[in-house]
């Protein structure tokens, strides 16, 4: 049976696109993301190649080829919640382009004169804010993963480069 977290159960962070995401700063080396969470050690999260995942808060860190924190995906199920414009990120149906949440994107991106565009993946995206709406299968539902990304990613013309290979293979 697959746990996924209410809302109001979720620990709501706050975002300042392309800058931080809860307690977390773009820029931040492995050790400074463990001890945001309160680690004393580097060893708080599962540590691989360029990523680092902390299961128990649902956060996966992803970090430059020189340590430096890049971005960062909320797991669908347990992740901390974080909203745009009043329409949440996290664990929301996305199965089809058509979801609510998806055309609650839309209308905000028209609103802000933001630009709204499709990755190849599937998955919308709003790069000026160094965001994409990934996708991920939590037993029969397609829930929303949000990916934040910094500048430096978000910018770099084709996301697909900079978004890490384990990222991917989050997908449904």
């Known amino acids: 049976?697959?746990?996924?977290?209410?809302?109001?159960?979720?620990?709501?962070?706050?975002?300042?696109?392309?800058?931080?995401?809860?307690?977390?700063?773009?820029?931040?080396?492995?050790?400074?993301?463990?001890?945001?969470?309160?680690?004393r050690t580097i060893g708080g999260g599962e540590r691989r190649e360029g990523h680092e995942h902390f299961q128990d808060r649902g956060v996966m860190a992803y970090y430059t080829d020189a340590g430096h924190l890049a971005a960062v995906g909320l797991s669908a199920a347990t992740g901390p919640q974080l909203t745009l414009g009043g329409i949440p990120l996290v664990g929301q149906p996305v199965e089809q382009a058509r979801s609510q949440t998806v055309q609650r994107l839309l209308g905000y991106a028209e609103e802000q004169g933001l630009r709204f565009s499709w990755?190849?993946?599937?998955?919308?995206?709003?790069?000026?804010?160094?965001?994409?709406?990934?996708?991920?299968?939590?037993?029969?539902?397609?829930?929303?993963?949000?990916?934040?990304?910094?500048?430096?990613?978000?910018?770099?013309?084709?996301?697909?480069?900079?978004?890490?290979?384990?990222?991917?293979?989050?997908?449904?």
């Not at 159960?9 to 931080?20: F, Y």
Request: proline share 8%; aromatic share 12%.
């Open 119 to 172: 990755l190849p993946s599937g998955d919308p995206a709003l790069q000026q804010l160094g965001l994409v709406v990934r996708r991920m299968q939590v037993g029969d539902a397609v829930l929303s993963r949000p990916l934040l990304m910094y500048s430096g990613w978000s910018w770099g013309g084709m996301w697909e480069e900079f978004i890490p290979d384990q990222e991917w293979m989050t997908s449904p």
């Open 1 to 39: 049976m697959w746990r996924v977290n209410k809302n109001e159960d979720r620990e709501q962070w706050a975002w300042s696109p392309l800058v931080a995401v809860g307690p977390l700063e773009f820029g931040m080396r492995s050790d400074e993301v463990a001890e945001a969470f309160g680690e």
